[in-house]
């Protein structure tokens, strides 16, 4: 049979979304669930903190020399661990598995797209999409399409957490916190939060286990389907600044290269003026999956209510990873970067403004909507921006990507429940708006250079 780049795209995204469906579930439930001493946040703080590490150090050198595959698998693996962890939480278990568990924040995204973006570039595909590669060049479709699927694992995580702790629920309990909302929404501020364990813990401890359970079980079903069923993509040329390919003899050379290509990709002044809007994008991830789950939900509506909150937020976020290729596709990145940021900066104002009470609080479910919708944006349109500025060293410009993201992500979590939520927001809105400038002077400078070279193309043709 004949194997295609459709197959093996298909393998890979569905297994991706599998795993990723489990730790997003977690994810959601962590600051809630584990809200005593901050412990859900500390572990998220220790996740993203890790991986950190992982990502300038060790993800470029595992992604040239072990190869998308295996990175990704190894990183799946790690969200298995963090999983397992959260059957016995403490200190004792939740940051032993909180280490193993950055593996996935570190891997995890930068193989994917690696994976899709050498799938894509080097190997030969069926002849529905050969006008499309013939080039050499990715279709944004592809990455929307990628962003799509893998991102509706916010809806089915969401909608198992939903079902499993709300389905335990006793029916004469009530959603609501008691009518007090005072040290909700943008007024939550963790120290001063004193009627916090009520609504944040689930009311029967056996339903977040049968949750924990199931999750595990999709982690390690992804992890087998990747290991027998997907086969490793070529990998691009990474290179060094002096212009030879990485391919060094001992782990030495092989450290020392890997630590120099990144530091000459991370100091290029293209990728300093996209890096703020790439820190925002995983600054805002950690405000969805934090702050706004147990001010917003939790303090409000009940921690049983998070899934169905957040499977509003996965269902925009999936529709906005397709729509986002082919916005790009047919305007162009520019308006997409400029309407997104002004979509951004009305929904943080409106969050500001909202007074909870019982008669608005379906205005929660509207703010998830409008988070995810960004989300599913900013995602997809910031590795199409990546693709088509760093065609040259992808593995270096995703692992980049990864290395900021995951470095916004620890930033934000450590905020989360040291720093009140009225000033996350204020903060949300000067990242933005600094991102889509840096994008704005690249997209500039870039195009300014693209019209100074055919300028002088042309003068030496008439010459």
Known sequence: MVQTA?????????????????????????????????????????????????????????????????????????????????????????????IVGSMGESFVWAAGQLYIANLFLNRPVDNEHADANSNGEIPDLWFGRFFGILKTCVIWANLISYGVLYGFKSSSISNFTNGNYSNCASNFCYATTKHGSGSYIPHNRNSLYILLGVYLGLQLFSVGLHVFYLEPAERSAARIPNGTAVAPTSILNIISSSVKSTAYHLTSTDQILMTPIIFYYGFMISYSFSDFTRAFVSCTLGVEEVGLVMAVYGVFNAIMGFGAGKASHMCGLPIVYIVTCLFDIGNYVAQLLFRPEVATRYWVFAFAAMLGTS????????????????????????????????????????????????????????????????YGITETKRRNSRKYLSEENERILAN
């Open 375 to 438: 989300d599913g944006i900013w995602q997809t349109v910031i590795s199409i921006t990546e693709i088509g500025y760093f065609r040259d060293r992808l593995e270096l410009a995703f692992a980049g990507v990864a290395f900021w993201q995951v470095l916004a992500m620890t930033v934000g979590f450590i905020m989360s429940g040291r720093v009140c939520l009225r000033i996350r927001i204020i903060l949300l809105i000067s990242t933005v708006v600094l991102g889509c400038f840096g």
């Open 6 to 98: 459709t197959k093996y795209f298909l393998i890979v995204v569905i297994g991706t979304t599998i795993n990723v469906t489990a730790y997003v579930g977690l994810l959601d439930l962590q600051s809630s669930i584990h809200i005593s001493h901050n412990l859900g946040t500390t572990s998220l703080s220790i996740t993203y903190g890790c991986g950190l590490l992982l990502s300038l150090f060790v993800t470029p050198l595992l992604l040239c020399n072990l190869g998308a595959k295996w990175t990704l698998i190894l990183g799946e693996f790690g969200f298995s661990v963090l999983t397992l962890a959260n059957f016995y939480p403490g200190y004792a278990t939740i940051i032993p598995g909180s």
